[in-house]
């Protein structure tokens, strides 16, 4: 509907568009000249939907936004969005999708009169948590090594490699499946780090000794002088 008139002491001219009747009526009674068009409007449907996500990747607790660009005649380009799952996702009205759990889910997509449906599938994988190891301080000796048990947490999380470094190669290294040499006397530290999470890490205390070497000349000379004095008192 199309409704003009007058308002105010001055008469000011009022003009508005409503397809409300209750609209009609309250504002029939403020204005003055009051005049009503009715028109019939050709309703265009929605016939395209364009979102920026075919498929939608996520990590737990990562969150995207998904857009949508729709054919601009349309007369209602309102959209509808379900999830096939809400405990794997959730879904605000301005499209940001957030990852709650691991799992698989559907978000389905509809026009207003559902006159054009969009399926988007959506992948959420679990993250690490922790690194587990079965030693948080190592002694070995130099020129000796010693191999890192390292356990990710949980165990549903599907990527479970794990990066090494020492903060000093001086004193101890470390290799990629988390082998440690012992280089010369020292302290140092070996940092472990998810690969899809590198602020996930555990840190582990290296003590490297130097072993202590037995002088068997002296020792053979202490033996050889009881054998000479045995001799001696036969």
């Known amino acids: 509907y199309l409704i003009t008139g007058n308002a105010g002491k001055n008469n000011k001219k009022i003009k508005f568009s409503t397809e ?22 050709a309703y265009v449907p929605v016939v395209n939907l364009a979102f920026n996500y075919n498929e939608i990747n996520l990590k737990k607790g ?42 698989k889910t559907q978000l389905i997509i509809q026009s207003y009169k559902n006159t054009v449906l969009k399926t988007i599938d959506v992948i959420v994988k679990e993250i690490p948590s ?4 079965e030693d948080e301080k190592i002694t070995i000796y130099v020129g000796e090594t010693s191999q890192i048990e390292a356990t990710v947490i949980p165990e549903t999380v599907e990527n479970k490699n794990v990066k090494y470094s020492s903060s000093n190669n001086n004193i101890a290294t470390v290799n990629s499946k988390g082998k440690i040499t012992g280089v010369k006397k020292g302290t140092t530290k070996i940092t472990i780090t998810t690969e899809v999470e590198p602020q996930i890490s555990k840190i582990i205390i290296v003590h490297v000794k130097k072993k202590q070497v037995i002088n068997n000349t002296e020792d053979n000379n202490i033996n050889n002088n009881i054998i000479i004095n045995s001799n001696i008192i036969t």
């Open 130 to 133: 922790e690194i587990k190891v």
């Open 62 to 103: 990562e969150e995207v936004v998904l857009t949508c660009d729709v054919n601009e005649n349309a007369t209602n380009s309102q959209l509808h969005a379900q999830v096939t799952d809400p405990d794997i996702i959730e879904v605000s009205a301005n499209g940001t999708i957030k990852a709650i759990n691991p799992g």
């Open 20 to 41: 409300s009747e209750y609209n009609i009526n309250r504002f029939a009674k403020l204005l003055k000249n009051v005049n009503i068009e009715k028109y019939i409007v």
